[in-house]
């Protein structure tokens, strides 16, 4: 499966452009298809760099 494509499909929200991509490239059916998409979310969720911490405006004066 073409990974580098499905990924940018996902990361530009073509969710339905994905799901056709992998039912082509795979021959799986849709729920099949909708359990390789979910996966896909996750790893680049996972991959993404985290943010850094949030510097909170609320300080104590002495």
Do not use: K, W
């Amino acid at each position: 499966m073409d990974n580098q494509n499905l990924d940018e499909l996902i990361r530009a929200g073509r969710n339905i452009q994905a799901l056709a991509l992998i039912r082509e490239q795979s021959g799986c059916g849709l729920i099949e298809a909708i359990d390789v998409l979910s996966e896909h979310h996750l790893r680049l969720r996972a991959e993404r760099e985290p943010l850094p911490p949030v510097i909170s405006s609320d300080r104590t004066t002495e």
